[in-house]
């Protein structure tokens, strides 16, 4: 304590060094220290372990306080087991606290560390931003560390990065963050894991380049929880923001793959299912160029829903991104694939086997959010998949449920595979590639173009009625309103049943005020051979306006006695006006 004259304070071993100790309290603590630099080398025989084995709920291996700023640490090996609440500001492996000071701790950098549990004792969370309001802790640097096992089997504080008051700015790139061994849920109420965490409207932050699951730093195996043996619920997030509005986040070029889990979650309310890789829970981001699952092959996330409650109604989807909230954010440049969702509980099937899954899930109000350029399902057939077959529990590529006008622009959505006879109809289909119900009476409608929609399919063999739609949407309902469906391509959406309830359809129009129908591609039924029902545009309300569309019925039915049509309405067709299109029945 007392004042110091110095420039800068270089710390470094000369060969292998271990400072360790076990305190409920802080190992390493840097008190309104500026320019310290802490540089483990990790070269020459030279290395640097730093560990607090304490697992008190105060326990810090690094902790910065009282304006430490411009301070780097750097090629250590950080071993820590503190367990502090998330509403704390001590009780993680690295903690950048609160200040007394003027401005918070700033401009501190964490590089190239290896940052994991003492022992066999996991931290509840390996990095914390707590700082003090007005002395924000601002320009955080977390830099190509390797971050690994923590977890809290019984409660909602489990964070690889927990940023939760009073920072902004932060930098989180190059990071690995990932699970040695499998871990086990051993406590009930939905048990929230969060590998990034940022919170409390936070804003400014670059999440960039960073790999979330798996089982080491190599990026193999699969990060594993589990919920034996008794069946607990859990909900993934791999990087979750409750953001502001000050400055718009960045989240790109992100990778969360590598994931087994298995949970009972099964919640009505949007934002509480098992798994989101990305969500948005409100204010400012861009989230782009991310990759939830593979881009090149299928298997690499794992939902396994035990729900035995018997719960009803249609539960929330989980989904590759989750975004909702008032601003207007953007979506794109995407990938989302080799997912499965199925069902290993021990309930009855078709009345507990119900979690949808959406790769993008939409409950943003924002004016202007688009979802634009994003693959979702890569080139690897049937690389989404669900075995749910309780109705109402489908696999969407798109899924938009809130009063917003939204751009869906340029999407590829393809080979979504539901394998079991999910009987949901109309918006409930048991695959749909886009479904937008984000009508509204008092906002303009949405607006889904130049989409390539393709390989959908239902593959169960049997009697019940199932559909496969490639767009279903709803108009908004104000007077004068509308909503545009233009320049798609849709083809190759197949479905086995052979019950003559079943369908395939193109472009399902639900509702609402008006539509207009330009320049779409539909081609579908080839190789359908159950005499089901086939619609390339299916009319139900609203008043439609189709022009210059190219409709393509194929198929040869042996059995069954389904209908085909190009053009089809459910109900009369006083509200419809056709021109200029293509329509080809063969």
Same mark, same amino acid.
Request: aromatic share 8%; proline share 2%.
């Given at each position: ?15 292998? !060094?271990? /400072? +360790? ?12 220290? @500026? ?57 993680? /492996? ?8 003027? %401005?918070?701790?700033?401009? @501190? ?38 971050? #690994? ?13 927990? /940023? ?11 990071? =690995?963050?990932? #699970? ?47 919920? %034996? ?29 590598? &994931? ?7 919640? $009505? ?27 090149? +092959? ?5 939902? =396994? ?5 018997? $719960? ?26 080799? &997912? ?11 009345? #507990? ?9 939409? $409950? ?25 077959? !309780? ?58 173009? !130049?989409?390539?929609? +393709?390989?959908?399919?239902? %593959? ?42 079943? $369908? ?29 029902? &086939?619609?390339?545009?299916? #009319? ?47």
């Amino acid at each position: 304590s007392g004042s110091a004259s110095y420039s800068r304070i270089i710390v470094s071993p000369s060969g292998s !060094r271990t /400072v +360790s100790g076990s305190f409920n309290g802080s190992l390493v603590k840097l008190r309104g220290a @500026d320019n310290v630099k802490i540089d483990g080398l990790n070269s020459g025989g030279n290395s640097l372990i730093l560990e607090n084995t304490s697992s008190g709920d105060s326990a810090t291996v690094v902790r910065y306080e009282n304006d430490a700023s411009n301070n780097r640490l750097s090629n250590c090996t950080i071993k820590g087991s503190g367990r502090g609440t998330v509403t704390s500001s001590h009780g993680a /492996v690295i903690c950048y606290g609160l200040s007394t000071g003027t %401005t918070g701790n700033d401009n @501190d950098t964490l590089s190239n560390c290896d940052v994991g549990p003492s022992g066999s004792n996991y931290p509840f969370q390996l990095i914390k931003g707590y700082g003090s309001v007005g002395k924000e802790n601002d320009g955080i640097q977390i830099l190509n560390n390797t971050l #690994h096992d923590f977890y809290n089997a019984t409660g909602n504080n489990t964070a690889g990065i927990l /940023v939760y008051a009073a920072s902004n700015g932060w930098t989180i790139s190059g990071n =690995k963050m990932f #699970h040695t061994v499998n871990v086990a849920l051993s406590a009930g109420g939905g048990q929230p894991y969060y590998g990034i965490r940022i919170d409390n409207s936070a804003y400014g932050f670059s999440i960039t380049n960073n790999r979330i699951g798996y089982a080491n730093s190599s990026g193999t195996g699969y990060t594993t929880i589990t919920n %034996t043996p008794s069946n607990y619920a859990l909900e993934y997030k791999g990087i979750y923001l409750n953001l502001g509005t000050a400055v718009a986040t960045t989240v790109s070029g992100n990778r969360i793959g590598g &994931i087994d889990i298995s949970s009972s979650r099964a919640s $009505a309310t949007l934002g509480s299912a098992i798994f989101y890789g990305i969500t948005l829970v409100g204010g400012r981001a861009d989230i782009t160029n991310n990759v939830i699952g593979s881009s090149t +092959s299928i298997d690499s996330i794992r939902i =396994k829903s035990t729900n035995n409650s018997g $719960a009803t109604g249609i539960f929330s989807p989980c989904a590759g991104i989750y975004i909702a909230g008032t601003s207007s954010n953007t979506v794109s440049g995407n990938t989302i694939g080799g &997912i499965g969702v199925s069902y290993t509980g021990t309930g009855t099937a078709g009345t #507990h086997d119900g979690t949808p899954f959406a790769g993008i899930l939409s $409950a943003s109000s924002g004016s202007s959010t688009s979802i634009m350029g994003n693959t979702i399902g890569n080139s690897q057939s049937n690389n989404i998949t669900s075995s749910m077959l !309780r109705a109402g529990a489908q696999i969407a590529g798109i899924r938009c449920v809130a009063e917003a006008a939204i751009v869906i622009d340029n999407n590829v959505i393809q080979n979504l595979n539901c394998s079991v006879a999910n009987t949901g109809a109309l918006m409930n289909a048991s695959v749909i590639g886009i479904r937008d119900t984000s009508y509204s009476s008092v906002l303009p409608g949405s607006t889904l173009k !130049r989409n390539t929609i +393709s390989n959908l399919t239902n %593959t169960a063999s049997t009697l019940s009625s199932v559909t496969v739609t490639g767009i279903f949407a709803a108009a908004p309902t104000g007077a004068g309103a509308s909503s545009t469906i233009e320049r798609n391509w849709i083809y190759s959406l197949s479905c086995n049943s052979t019950n003559n309830g079943s $369908a395939v359809i193109g472009i399902y129009l639900y509702a609402g005020n008006t539509f207009y129908i330009y320049n779409n591609m539909v081609s579908i039924g080839s190789g359908i051979s159950n005499g089901i029902l &086939i619609a390339g545009i299916m #009319h139900k309300a609203g008043i439609v306006k189709v022009y210059y569309n190219s409709i393509r019925i194929l198929g040869a039915p042996t059995s069954g006695t389904g209908s085909s049509y190009c053009l089809y309405g459910t109900s009369t067709f006083l509200n419809l006006e056709s021109k200029n299109n293509i329509f080809v029945n063969e």
